[in-house]
């Protein structure tokens, strides 16, 4: 741009000078130089032209890029509208959130003292009904009385006696039935607040989910190597080996090159079918796999400890089993976590883990990851079910509360063998029995499937 504007700078003062050189010699010059002046006014002419044909051309652009700056600027304009709509549609959802919390206190607040309010009204019904029956009793008699005196003809005294008493038992009849009424009056109020209450928990859970469903892992660092989940295989059949291998890593080192279900034989154990994962150029052997939450993993201390479940598809291999591996040397202990939104994330321990009389204590130590870590390092964590909660914090049972075995501590909110919650789920949302990853300073996030493996440490393979 900046050369043709030299060139239009320059360009008169070109033709200037050769039109002053061109008239000079014009004066001075034979009849022939005429000739060559004309021929000078034409190169002239050419050069008018080509200057016109640039203006064009320069007059085109600019109409063009006037064009592109005013698609530019309406769509900028549409971004910036549609940035605002979102940010209004925000607020106003979250102000409605706020709405529905107050909404459900106050219902919660008023079906207490209904509840309350109806206790007192059963207590003085259940008085009435025995005052009924003693009047009863009392009519019953007055009934044998007045058959009595059909035949013998009973005196003023007592004609007015048995009136008296009819217009109080009716009475008192009118009362019991008005009673009744107010009762059933605030039975259908205390149906219709629970309702409304069970509408707006229902309301509240599902808001909570999506904001959970959409705590993606996206926000953090990208991980470095892709993680594979296998999809359960109903016809997946187990891979036969001599049974000597001591772990998937051995079985790889000796030529197995497919991921599947393997038997395996530990030190000073008996053989034992494991699923083995090919990754990072090895073999791994997965000690917990969930994919679906097909399977329920709130299990019995005994099921925890002989391993539940389908290795073609959702289960938990074993303490029993995991240990017998284990403390044949040093192991890796690697997590693979994957959200709804289908982001994956691992983390890996240097770890420990004690026998049946220790229950199963863990140790861990953080090598690597691509995720907050949410588990607590150099810490004994004892492993703990429903039904054999060894550590019981304050007196609140972990694993009754979370569901699902797992090595708690201090019952934090992190328990891969909680219960599996999908952001569609409508019912009551509790986050402490679900499937969630909770750094100890950071979100919940929300879980679609968890894989856990362990790898001896001698990783010569990975180089």
Not at 130 to 149: A, F, H, M, P, S
Not at 292 to 309: I, R
Not at 349 to 358: I, K, N, Q, R, V
């Amino acid at each position: 741009m900046k050369t043709i504007l030299v060139f239009l700078f320059i360009a008169p003062l070109a033709l200037s000078a050769r039109a002053e050189k061109d008239y000079s010699s014009f004066d001075s010059a034979a009849s022939p130089e005429t000739k060559s002046r004309f021929a000078m006014l034409d190169d002239v002419r050419i050069l008018a032209n080509g200057l016109l044909q640039l203006g064009h051309g320069l007059k085109d652009f600019v109409h063009k890029t006037k064009g592109q700056m005013n698609d530019i600027f309406e769509k900028l304009y549409i971004f910036d509208r549609s940035f605002y709509e979102l940010s209004l549609q925000t607020s106003e959802i979250k102000e409605e959130e706020e709405q529905l919390r107050q909404t459900t206190a106050r219902l919660q607040i008023n079906n207490e003292e209904i509840k309350n309010l109806s206790q007192e009204m059963n207590s003085k019904i259940e008085d009435l009904i025995q005052n009924k029956i003693q009047l009863q009793e009392k009519v019953w008699g007055l009934e044998d009385k007045v058959t009595k005196l059909a035949i013998i003809q009973p005196s003023a005294q007592e004609t007015k006696e048995i009136s008296s008493l009819k217009a109080f038992v009716e009475e008192q009849d009118n009362h019991i039935k008005q009673l009744l009424k107010i009762v059933e009056d605030q039975h259908v109020q205390l149906d219709r607040q629970h309702n409304q209450i069970m509408e707006l928990e229902d309301k509240l859970n599902h808001i909570e989910l999506q904001e959970l469903a959409e705590n993606s892992f996206t926000e953090e660092l990208i991980e470095p190597e892709a993680i594979s989940f296998p999809v359960h295989n109903a016809t997946a059949v187990t891979n036969k080996s001599d049974g000597a291998a001591p772990d998937c890593t051995a079985l790889y080192n000796s030529g197995i090159r497919s991921r599947g279900v393997y038997t395996i034989k530990p030190n000073g154990s008996e053989s034992f079918d494991v699923y083995c994962e090919m990754k990072l150029g090895t073999s791994w052997t997965v000690i917990q796999n969930r994919v679906d939450g097909s399977l329920d993993f709130n299990q019995t201390w005994d099921a925890y400890t002989n391993g539940f479940g389908d290795l073609n598809g959702e289960f938990w291999l074993g303490l029993n089993k995991t240990y017998s591996i284990t403390k044949q040397g040093d192991y890796i202990l690697r997590i693979e976590l994957q959200d709804w939104k289908d982001s994956k994330r691992y983390v890996e321990y240097a770890f420990s883990l004690g026998g049946p009389e220790t229950n199963y204590t863990l140790q861990l130590s953080r090598v690597s990851g691509s995720i907050p870590n949410a588990l607590p390092e150099q810490t004994e964590l004892r492993f703990s079910t429903a039904d054999r909660d060894v550590d019981i914090v304050n007196d609140f049972n972990c694993p009754e509360n979370f569901l699902g075995g797992w090595w708690h501590s201090e019952c934090e909110e992190t328990n891969l063998n909680g219960k599996y919650v999908a952001p569609r789920s409508r019912g009551r949302l509790d986050r402490r029995k679900g499937l969630y990853w909770k750094p100890k300073k950071g979100r919940y996030y929300l879980l679609k499937s968890t894989k856990i493996m362990i790898h001896p440490t001698d990783l010569k393979s990975f180089d």
